[in-house]
C-alpha cells in the first residue's frame, strides 16, 4: 500500500507559489552547477579520508548516472530501489535517477534483505543499486538473493568501485570512466509532480511528490538557519528517507551550504570537523539527541542548529538546556513528513 503525503498549510503555499518548487532535484542540482560550477557542493569524511565534490562533479556524476540507466534498458518511469548510505553519491544518484526520468524508491543501507525482497516486489522495482560494501558487510551476494526473491528486477548495481561479479559499476569513478553518452540527449525536463518514494524497515513504501519535499525544504531552511547564513550542513543521516533527505541534501541545496557527510560516526573526526569549519547545522538520527545534550555541544555555540531525523523514542529525554541552539524533529512515519520544534532559541534576527 502506498501513500501520497499532504504539506502543512504553510508549506502547501509555499510548495505552489516559491519557482524552485516547480522544478525537480535533477534541475535544482544542475542549476547550481551553472551558476557555481567550481563551489564545493559536498564533502565526505569517512574511512577513505576526506573527498569533496564541487557542484561541476556532481551534475557530470549524476549525468552519467542517468546515461548508465539508459544504456541498460531502463526507460522512464522506471523504478529503482536505492540504498542510500550517508555518502554524496546518494546525492549524484537520486539526481541521476530523477534525470532519467525514473522513479528512485529510497532505503536506508543496511535494511534487511527481506524488507528490501519485499519493497521490490510491492513497487515493482525493475533496478536494485546499493553500496558492494558497507564497513563490514560485503552485500554482493545479498543483492543476488533478493534479485531470486523479486523476478521483477533486472539490474543490480554497486555505488561502490570494484564491484562483485554480478552488478554493475555505478561508483563515480565507474560511471566518468565509462563515458556512456545517451542515445538522444533530452532537454532539461519539467518535473513538477515527479515523485521519490522511501520504505520503512518492513519494506512497505510511501511516495511524495519532489514539490512537496522542496516546501519542507524551505520550511527547514527558514527554521534552522537564524542568522547562519549558509552556514555548512553536517549530516550524520542517510538520504534514504525524505526526513534524512529534506535535512541534509535539499536543506543544503536550497540554502547554498556547503554539505558535509560524516559515515562512519567517529567522535574524534566529528569534533575535530566541528572545529575546522564551524559553527554548523547538525543533522542527526533521533537517538544521538541525549548523548548531544550531555557533550554540551548543544549549548557551547558549536551548533547553530539541530535537527534530529526519525522517531524520537518513547521516554527519551527532549528536555535541552535553557541556552540550547534550537533543536527541531523532522520525521516522515507512513510518508507524511512532520517537522516540530523541540526547543527554539530567540534568535537576534530570522532569516527568510
Do not use: Y
Not at 522544478?23 to 579520508?49: M, Q, W, Y
Not at 545534550?293 to 547553530?304: D, F, H, I, R, V
Amino acid at each position: 500500500m502506498t501513500q501520497d503525503t499532504g504539506l502543512p498549510a504553510k508549506s502547501h503555499d509555499l510548495a505552489r507559489t516559491h519557482p524552485l518548487t516547480m522544478f525537480g532535484i535533477d534541475a535544482l542540482v544542475f542549476g547550481s552547477a551553472r551558476l557555481r560550477p567550481e563551489k564545493t557542493a559536498l564533502c565526505d569524511h569517512g574511512e577513505n579520508g576526506e573527498e569533496t565534490m564541487a557542484f561541476s562533479d556532481l551534475e557530470k556524476t549524476a549525468r552519467a548516472f542517468a546515461a548508465r540507466l539508459g544504456a541498460f534498458g531502463l526507460a522512464p518511469g522506471a523504478r529503482i530501489l536505492l540504498c542510500c548510505p550517508a555518502h554524496g553519491h546518494s546525492l549524484a544518484a537520486i539526481t541521476g535517477i530523477v534525470a532519467a526520468g525514473c522513479e528512485p524508491v529510497l532505503a536506508p543501507a543496511l535494511f534487511s534483505p527481506n524488507a528490501l525482497a519485499k519493497a521490490a516486489r510491492t513497487v515493482a522495482a525493475e533496478a536494485l543499486i546499493a553500496p558492494a560494501q558497507t564497513g563490514e558487510h560485503h552485500i554482493s551476494e545479498i543483492l543476488l538473493n533478493i534479485a531470486a526473491r523479486a523476478p521483477g528486477l533486472r539490474l543490480l548495481g554497486s555505488l561502490s568501485p570494484e564491484p562483485a561479479e554480478g552488478l554493475v559499476d555505478f561508483s563515480p569513478a565507474g560511471l566518468l570512466a565509462a563515458a556512456v553518452r545517451p542515445a538522444s540527449p533530452a532537454p532539461e525536463r519539467w518535473t513538477l509532480g515527479d515523485r521519490l518514494g522511501s520504505i520503512d524497515r518492513d519494506g512497505a513504501a510511501a511516495f511524495v511528490k519532489q514539490s512537496a519535499l522542496l516546501g519542507h525544504g524551505f520550511d527547514l531552511v527558514r527554521e534552522t538557519r537564524h542568522g547562519g547564513g549558509a552556514a555548512p550542513i553536517v549530516s550524520l543521516a542517510s538520504p534514504g528517507t525524505f526526513a534524512g533527505l529534506v535535512a541534509g541534501p535539499l536543506a543544503a541545496l536550497l540554502s547554498g551550504a556547503e554539505l558535509h557527510f560524516m559515515a562512519p560516526f567517529g567522535a574524534g573526526a566529528f569534533l575535530s570537523l566541528l572545529r575546522r569549519v564551524g559553527p554548523v547545522r547538525l543533522v542527526a538520527p533521533a537517538a544521538a539527541l541525549p548523548d548531544l545534550a550531555q557533550s554540551g555541544l548543544l549549548q557551547n555555540g558549536a551548533l547553530l542548529s539541530c535537527a534530529v531525523v526519525g522517531s524520537l523514542e518513547e521516554g527519551m529525554p527532549v528536555q535541552a538546556p535553557e541556552d540550547s541552539c534550537p533543536i527541531l524533529a523532522i520525521s516522515d512515519a507512513g510518508g507524511a513528513l512532520t517537522i516540530s520544534a523541540l526547543f527554539e532559541a530567540e534568535p537576534a534576527e530570522r532569516v527568510a
